[in-house]
């Protein structure tokens, strides 16, 4: 595609619910990103895919929270139990290259809403 | 945890002046990248410097880089409507996570028509 696709744009959950936040990166792209940012911040990071390989989950804030990237191209962000803290925008990026060498492009994010 | 401050943390101007927004970080970087967002939507990557360059040019944009002092600026000349949005400055520390980029705060820019 022609650039980083996000779905859904918007999910509301009621504490509890577990959701499911898909990224389509760009075709091609090696490396994949997830942040979280919440509203009024900038992005925090939560994890690092280099193809299918989860190579960094340091920003991942607790268990409930679960990614994986298993073809090397779409990746899911499962965040089980919902709680009001999840409350955010998740963003997805992704790169041509390994690692941060270069720019990222980001996708227009997830807002997810937990009641 | 975030590194980078912006500061102002918001910015209203009008259209044709020029805006300068400033970053400071806390430790030693490879890089530092500067994003803008409009509202409800992704980041858009501007520019990139890295630790051993001290100034970059990019169409009406210069930033600068002083690692002795560890910060950063944004420079956006004669500006427009269309530039009214959010700046992050990014940076990719060194010794750390290679995959991490820490970002601030970020800087909300209003620019006036």
């Known amino acids: 595609g022609a650039g980083v696709s996000q779905s859904p744009r918007y999910k509301v959950a009621k504490r509890g619910q577990d959701v499911a936040l898909r990224c389509d990166p760009i075709s091609g792209h090696v490396s994949l990103f997830w942040y979280q940012q919440a509203l009024g911040q900038g992005p925090e990071f939560l994890t690092y895919?280099?193809?299918?390989?989860?190579?960094?989950k340091s920003g991942l804030p607790s268990d409930r929270f679960f990614a994986e990237r298993p073809e090397g191209s779409v990746s899911t962000l499962k965040i089980q139990r919902t709680q009001q803290e999840d409350s955010a925008v998740y963003l997805c990026a992704s790169s041509p290259h390994r690692g941060l060498t270069g720019e990222l492009f980001f996708g227009e994010g997830s807002r997810l809403t937990v009641l | 945890s975030q590194q980078g401050e912006e500061d102002p943390q918001a910015l209203s101007i009008q259209e044709g002046e020029n805006a300068t927004m400033n970053c400071s970080y806390k430790?030693?970087?490879?890089?530092l990248q500067w994003y803008r967002q409009n509202s409800g939507r992704g980041l858009v990557h501007l520019i990139l410097i890295r630790s051993n360059e001290r100034e970059k040019h990019s169409g009406r944009l210069r930033v600068t880089l002083d690692t002795s002092k560890k910060s950063s600026s944004l420079l956006i000349t004669a500006s427009r409507a269309a530039d009214t949005a959010s700046y992050f400055c990014a940076t990719e520390n060194s010794g750390g996570s290679n995959y991490k980029l820490t970002f601030g705060k970020g800087t909300l820019l209003t620019v006036n028509p």
């Open positions: 430790t030693s970087i490879n890089n």
């Open positions: 895919f280099q193809n299918e390989a989860q190579l960094d």
